[in-house]
Structure formats: C-alpha cells, structure tokens
C-alpha cells in the first residue's frame, strides 16, 4: 500500500501545527475509503487527502515554462558563469602573472648590465622565468573555458526540454514517475496548511520558473528568499503575480 496512489504525497510533507512528519492512511466509511494525510504525533492534525491532492496538482502548473525557457537558460549561464566558474576573471590573472614574470626577467636584466649580478645569476633566473611563462602562455591559449561552455549549454538545453514536460509528466504519470518529479523538485518537505504548499527550499531551476511565472523579481534580496507558496490559487486564476510593488 506503501504506493497507492490516493495517498501520493506520503513522504513528502511535515505538520504545520508541530513539525513532524505526515503519514497517510484510509478509514472505510459506510460505502467510501476516505483517505487522510495525518501527523505521526498526538497533535491531532489531518488533512482530506484527495483535496491535498488536487491542490498540489494544481500548484504544479505553476512550474510549466510557458515559452519562457530562453529565460531561465540566461539566468541560470549567469549564475554559472558568477559562482562555479570565472574564464574571464581567470584570464586576467594568467595574464597579470606573465606581466609580473616579464617584469621580473627586466629587472634582472638590468642589474647584470649594472654588474648587480653575475652572468650566472641572471640565466637561473630567466630560466625559470621563461618556463613559467610559457607554461602560463600555454594556459591561455588553451581555450577550455569555451569547451566548457558549450557542454553547459548543451547541458541546459536538455535540462530545460525536460522540464518543459514536468507539468504534463507530472498529472499523467504513474505514481513513481510523480513521486520522483516530487522528489527533485522539492529536496525538503512541503507544509500543507489546507490551502498553501510551502517549502523552504526548492530545486535551482524550478526555483526560476517559479518566480517568472509568478512576476517575482529574479532579484531575490527582495522577497521573502525562502518561502514559497504554492497557492492553488494562483494556479487558477494565472493572474495574480505576486509582484514586488517596489
Ligand atoms: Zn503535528
């Protein structure tokens, strides 16, 4: 019963009124199961399934790219681009170290031809110099960060082709195949109060999508980070962007 889909969220969701986990199960009615989720402690907190259920479907709309994916794509390259990996920063500083090196090897120079030092010196010195420049120059023309790059995109496009299907996936797949979209969207559990999913955390580019959808600035010093909330209202009407106001 561990997979029965009336009871699809089990796993995934933690009681607003005390924290702890939700479980799930059916009491039989006259004629019906009827199916709750409900805390595992004594705090008395349950929750219809099927409504809980159908909001969260409903929620899960909210993540449809609708055309937006080129978007998202941008965003998540400047991100990548910020904090895993620099290439023009990184240039720069290959570039600054050949300078320092040059300069080093004039100097040095300079203080053979004033007799500062001896013939001797000088070649130790520019040998190590020179090795240590061409290594670096070796370095820049590489050109890896562009590899790099490329892969990225790629990487990005079938992500985002992915999860242009999520939403579809997600109402007509079977329960494992939603159980998992679940699972990678949302790496913590979610809070169902009756009305409202929150979480506090949620997947980087579902994160995104969110937000655009929802007319949150991508800036996100000025929301409230992280909390989201999944109203199936928003859902519905579509038109009620939570904006900034600022
Ligand atoms: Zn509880």
């Known amino acids: 019963m561990l997979s029965d889909e ?31 989720y409900h805390c595992v402690s004594s705090c008395g907190f349950r929750q219809k399934a099927e409504l809980a259920n159908d909001i969260f479907e409903k929620s899960m709309r909210q993540f449809a790219l609708n055309g937006s994916a080129q978007i998202v794509k941008r965003l998540l390259l400047d991100n990548y681009k910020k904090f895993v990996k620099n290439p023009f920063g990184e240039k720069k500083q290959i570039a600054q170290e050949i300078d320092k090196l040059n300069a080093r090897l004039s100097v040095a120079c300079n203080k053979l031809l004033s007799e500062i030092i001896d013939d001797e010196e000088y070649l130790e010195i520019k040998d190590e110099c020179k090795t240590r420049i061409e290594s670096l120059e070796e370095q820049l023309s590489k050109d890896g960060s562009d590899t790099d790059k490329i892969n990225i995109d790629k990487s990005l496009d079938r992500a985002l082709k992915y999860i242009e299907n999520i939403p579809k996936m997600y109402s007509e797949g079977e329960i494992n195949t939603r159980r998992s979209i679940i699972g990678s969207i949302f790496p913590e559990k979610l809070e169902f109060d009756g009305k409202t999913y929150r979480t506090a955390r949620m997947n980087v580019i579902a994160n995104y999508i969110f937000q655009i959808n929802n007319g949150l600035p991508q800036n996100k010093n ?21 904006t900034s106001g600022l």
């Not at 000025?222 to 939570?242: D, K, Y």
Request: contains cysteine; proline residues 4%; hydrophobic residues 30%.
């Open 6 to 36: 009336n009871l699809l969220l089990r796993g995934f969701l933690v009681c607003p009124e005390c924290g702890r986990n939700l479980t799930g199960s059916a009491s039989k009615g006259r004629t019906n199961r009827y199916y709750y």
């Open 222 to 242: 000025r929301t409230n980070e992280n909390q989201f909330h999944l109203s199936c209202l928003v859902a519905e009407t579509g038109i009620e962007p939570v």
